[in-house]
Structure formats: C-alpha cells, structure tokens
C-alpha cells in the first residue's frame, strides 16, 4: 500500500519535473512553440480534409456499386419470372431443379456490379430447399431482409456475411420477390449476394494514400513553419546576444547588416543604439577622468602653499613666548585652524577620490588582531586626556582577513576616536570577531547616545548631531562618509546601534576574502546586554 | 639639497632646516638638479615629485644611479601609484603634504643617522654574507650593491633570523616611525631589496613572507 503511494508519488514527482522542463522549452523557445501551434493546426485541417474526402468517395464507389446490382437483380427478377411460371403445378423434384437451373442462369449473366452469389427460395412452397450458388447462403441472411422480401418489397442491405472460406466478408445484399404470373400469391424470392471486398480493397488504397499525403503535408507544413521561424528567429536572436554582450560592457559590438528588410531594419537600430550608448559612455568615462584628474591637480596647487602656510604657522607657533599675547594668541588660533583647515582638505580629497571612482584597494592578508590594538594604543593618549579607558577584546587566534590595511586603520581610528569623544568618560569597549566568512570589529560607547533619527544620518556628509556640542577632536563632519566608503570598497558594512542615553555601538564587518560578498556578522549589531550606567539612575 | 619649484615652499623649507642646523642647497628647475647634485655632493636629497622640466621620479632615478644617497620625496597626492611609482624609481622615504616641520626633520634625520657605523659584526642571512661596519653584502665572493635603507633592512631582519618581523615593526626599526605609518614603505622596499639580493625574486630565499604577519629572515 504504501510501496504504491511511494511509486505514484515518485511518478507524480517526475511527470511533474517533466512538465516543469517542458513549459520552460514552450515559454523559452518560439521555435518550439510555432512548430507545435502550427502541427497541431495542420494536422486537424488535414485530418478534416481526409475524412471528408473519404468519406466522399466511399459514398460515390458504393452507390455505383448499389445501381448496378439493382439492375442486375432486376434483370434478375424478369428472367427468373420466365423460368419459375410451371413450378407451382410442379412436384418437389421439378420445382427444385427448375431453380437450380434457374440460379445457374442467373449465375452466368455477369453485369457491371461483378461478382455475386445468387439464391432462390420458392417462398409460398418449401423454404427448406433453397436453389444456391453457394452453400448457406440463405442461412447467413439477416431475417429483417428475409422479411421485407417476403412482404413482397424489394430491398438491399449491407451486411458482414461469410462467403464460404472467410468469416465475415462486407457484401451487399439485394433481395427481391419474383410473383410467379397467374397464380395469385404464389412467389420465388430472389437473393443477390454482392461481396464488396474489391471496394473495401479500394477504399483501404485510398484510406492509406490519403493518410500518407495528409502526415506529409503536415510534416512539410510544419517544416516550413520551423524554417521561416528560424529565419526570423536567428538575426533575433543574434541580436539579443548582441545586446547581452553590449550590456556586459563589449562597447564595439555590432550586427551584420544583410539586405533592407525588416531585420536589417532591427540590426541597423541596434546598431544605431551601441553607437551612441557608446559614445555616451566615452563620454562619461572622459568627464570622469577629466574629474579625477582636476581632484589631483587641485590636490597638488592647493597643499604646496597650504604646506608653506601650515610650516610657517608652525614656526610662529613655536616662538609665540616672544610675541605680545594678542598676536601669540593670533599664532595659536593661526596654527589650530591652519591645521584643521589642512584636515578637512584631505578629508574632501579624499571623498571626491571616492566619487571620482578612483579609489583602489590594496587588500593583502592582516591580522586584525595587532591593527586593533594598535588603533586603541594610538587612541590612549587622547582617551587619557578625556579620562575614559579604552578596552580592547580580541580572540586569541590570529583573524586574518583580506584587507587594506590602511583603510580599516582609518576606519577604525575614526570609530575609536568618535566614542572616546562622544563617550562621556565611560569605558570604550572594542570587540573583534570573525567566523569562517567574515570578521567583524564593534566599537561601543555609553555615552549619551544616539536617537534612532540620528542614526539614519551618521553617514551624512557634513551631518553634526548637536551643533552647539564642543568638539574636541575637530573633525571635518566627513569622517564617517569616508568610513562608510571604505568599508563598502572592501565589500563590507559600517553600521549603527544606538540609544538615547545608553550610548552607541558601530560595527564594521569586512568579508575574509576580498570580493566575496557578506552573509552575515560575527558580531551582533545590538550590544547584547546594555548596561545602564550608574550615574544614570 | 632641496629640489622644488615653488619658492614660497623651498624658503620655508630652507628656515625650517637652518633652524635644524642643516644647511641646504636649492634647485628649482628639474632640469639642472642633477648637475647641482654632482657639484653640491649633498647627505641627503629632498626631492619633489612635481616639478618643470625634468619630473621627479627621473632625477630620482638620475640621482640613485650614481649614488647611493637618502632621498625624500615630497608628494602632493598620497595614491598608491605616486607613492610606490617614487619609491620603486629609488627614493627612501616620503612625505605628503602637507605635512609638518616636525614631521619632516624627524624623516631627514632617520635617514641621516643611517650609515652611523656600529661594532665590527658580521651576518648570515640565505646565502649571503654581511659585514656590518663595512656596510657590504658578499655572496660567493661577489658584493652585492645595496643603497643604506636596504643594506639596513637586510641587516635588521638578519639580526634576529628567527624572528617574524612585521611591517609596522621593520617601519619602526629601519625608518624611525614612531607610530604606525604607511606600510607600503615596506612592501616597495622589500621588493627592491629581492631585486638585488634574491637568486631568483619570485621565489624568495633571502627574505621571506610570512603570510598576514610579516617578513622574516631566510635560513643561513
């Protein structure tokens, strides 16, 4: 029972996977679908055409078969009227050989409607002997014939008889009454037996030749059909491969153009269309590079002087014990703001590099480990000055990954940097991680935190949370953009947790390998427990 | 010997050198800086990368092919290309502008201290030989011409053959950073070095990587 319910689930599994394949070839192939569309149309007109051509000359052989054997069975009657007039005055001997003789006669007058059989029953006198041309004859005879004949009508009928060496052969039969003249009543039925087995042979070459014809033309339909598809099909599908190759950046690829028709009409437009695509691009990639370079050139003329005015400020700077205060004074805010416009110069240069496109990665394998601590240990002096501790948790085993290592330095650097500022006092927390796909480094502070608002917009370029909160660290409002850019040329995430007085977490997750596309974090992006801190409550 | 084209910058330089103790010579036009060179017979090069007549990284390659001086290029753009483009043409060290006074006579004096001769020593690192004081590296008998940064990154990994030094490591140990700098330095440098002393440089004997640490020192 249940072997049963297995082999018909597996059945209906497969017939199922069959038919999935083959609506995939019907929706995929319009090759397919208009040999199909035009077989199946095809086929039912020819099909149609055969039986009623059939059908017509089966009608028209069988009923000049049927006008001959009338007339031969009534030629039949007027004979066997001449012959049968003495039988009723006759014994039993005489009667039974005036019909044999008579049959014999009738027998020997072959007509248009070819070979018959013929039997002779003396109706109104002894039925049991009937005069034949073949035995049984008159047994075989469907009794509906037998009694209309008797009725005195004359009629024929089709029927399946043996003749004598077959079981049942189709024969027409015609039956009529012969009136014996003179004698009221008395009557002779006469039986034609006409096999209709040349017919049938007829009939079974023309079933046969209109079947072949009718398979062939549907074949040849169909192959015409195929082949006036392919003819449309190939430059359409040539063209869409082209365009699959335009797509995937093979500028130069064009069509052969052949003669004037409608599908050269398609190949010069698709033509026409990766021309200008191209020149666009061109174009673009001209504007790109003229960009890039114009970043550079502006890079160089503005940090030659901005290096004189930046080592001249520093110069004053360090002798400002000798001036009048006013203008020490103006030498500190000169060489603090030269260094912080010098910052956010590098800082711009280095989003619009990210613009431009012209960012690269130089990723070989680090251990993350050593980067981390050493970011927290670069991050301690200015931690000290904010009396907050930085605490680093790593895994004992070296997490080496595919990075550029300069990048997440900076990256981290600006993480670490932004909590210790932001992080009121409290203890910095950061955690690296990794599993068989990717690390992960998660920097968590509990300081005042962030609104769910504000998370949306770390990011931003120029984005501050609170514009009147003293800075310390004076960044140039793009560090985090520039994070988020980095992470994401690694093929990584940089993201944000936070709350409102319970601090904020950034977690940035690098893949392992170069390229390979991230599934998840090592790390969760929500601290998992989050500690409410002290002074709070 | 300072080689820059902007006068306002090579003054500067100049103040802040004198104020060293150092005393400069200034070219501002590339094409002249190596005939200066030869007459000035400077102990170290600052070299900027953009300059009229002859670019930067072609005197640099000018320069290291007659003499084995400590250059640093002064670079406006910190891309990859520029930086290792300068050092592969043969410069030891670089700084971006803009950069600080202090910063930069911490570089110029790195590169100076180098060549102070120490006590007599002699190293084994592959199948090299190195004499220490004598500042010269033989392998079968034939000496290998290094500039000073190479001959001291050699000897630095040659001290300590069991050691895997990293890149942050050797950046501190033959160029002086203090803090963590850019680690191609080392890349380039270590490149430069397998160039010259490296049987056959794609299949290293002399110097090793460790992969995701470091380098270390081939066996003697």
Known sequence: ?537 | MVVDDDAALAEMLGIVLRREGYEPAFVADGARALATFQQVRPDLVLLDLMLPGRNGLQICGDIRAQSSVPIIMLTAKGDTIDVVQGLEAGADDYVTKPFKPVELVARVRSQLRRGETGQAETLGIGDLTIDVPAHQVVRDGQPIALTPLEFDLLVALARKPRQVFTRELLLEQVWGYRHAADTRLVNVHVQRLRAKVERDPERPEVVLTVRGVGYKAGPA
């Open chain 1, 1 to 537: 029972m249940s072997r049963a319910a297995d082999l018909a689930g597996a059945l209906g599994s497969r017939a199922r996977r069959l038919s999935a394949r083959g609506w995939h070839a019907w929706r995929s192939s319009l090759q397919l679908r208009i040999g199909a569309i035009t077989m199946l149309v095809a086929g039912i007109v020819v099909v149609v055409v055969s039986v009623v051509l059939f059908r017509q000359i089966s009608d028209q052989l069988l009923t000049v078969k049927r006008g001959a054997a009338i007339d031969q069975a009534q030629s039949g009657v007027a004979y066997a009227q001449s012959q049968v007039s003495g039988i009723v005055t006759g014994d039993a001997a005489s009667v039974r050989s005036t019909l044999a003789r008579t049959v014999r006669e009738l027998q020997s007058r072959n007509g248009e409607a070819g070979n018959f059989d013929t039997v002779l029953v003396y109706r109104t006198g002894d039925t049991s002997r009937p005069a034949a041309s073949r035995p049984s004859l008159y047994l075989d005879l469907p009794p509906e014939l037998v009694a209309a004949v008797d009725g005195g009508t004359q009629v024929w009928q089709y029927a399946s008889i043996p003749d004598g060496t077959r079981a049942a052969v189709p024969t027409l039969l015609v039956g009529a009454p012969v009136p014996i003249d003179g004698q009221g009543g008395e009557q002779v039925d006469l039986y034609y037996a006409f096999p209709l087995d040349q017919e049938q042979e007829t009939l079974s070459l023309v079933r046969s030749t209109v079947a072949i014809s009718g398979i062939a033309l549907t074949l040849f339909v169909v192959g015409i059909g195929v082949l006036v598809t392919r003819l449309v099909v190939d430059p359409v599908r040539r063209a869409a491969q082209g365009a699959q190759r335009l797509a995937e950046g093979q500028l130069q690829e064009r069509l052969v153009v052949n003669g004037e028709d409608d599908l050269a009409r398609l190949a010069t437009s698709f033509n026409a269309m990766a021309d200008s695509l191209q020149k666009q691009i061109t174009q673009l990639e001209d504007l790109s590079q003229l960009q890039q370079r114009f970043t550079s050139d502006v890079s160089h003329e503005l940090r030659t002087p901005l290096t004189t005015v930046q080592m001249a400020a520093e110069v004053l700077h360090e002798s400002r014990a000798d001036f009048d205060p006013h203008v020490a004074r103006s030498a500190e805010l000169l060489y603090a703001e030269v260094n912080r416009f010098e910052a956010m110069l590098s800082d711009l240069l280095e989003i619009s590099r990210y613009d431009a496109g012209a960012a690269e990665l130089e990723a070989e394998p680090t251990d993350l480990g050593p980067l981390v601590r050493r970011v927290a240990a670069d991050m301690a002096s200015l931690a000290e000055r904010l009396g907050c501790r930085v605490e680093v948790r790593s895994p004992d085993r070296p997490v080496i990954a595919d990075v550029d290592a300069r990048r997440v330095q900076r990256v981290l650097r600006n993480l670490v940097g932004n909590a210790v500022e932001h992080g009121a006092g409290r203890p910095v927390e950061i955690t690296l991680a990794a599993n068989r796909t990717a690390a992960a480094v998660t920097v968590r502070d509990h300081g005042i935190g962030l609104t769910s608002e504000e998370a949306d917009h770390v990011f931003d370029r120029f984005w501050r949370a609170d514009p009147a909160r003293v800075r310390t660290v004076g960044g140039s409002g793009l560090g985090l953009s520039i994070s988020k850019e980095d992470a994401r040329l690694h093929g990584g995430w940089l993201q944000v947790w936070g709350q409102p007085d319970q601090g904020a977490q950034f977690r940035l997750t690098l893949p392992l390998t170069a390229g390979e596309t991230l599934t998840g974090s090592p790390l969760p992006l929500r601290p998992v427990v989050v500690r409410r801190p002290l002074s709070a409550r």
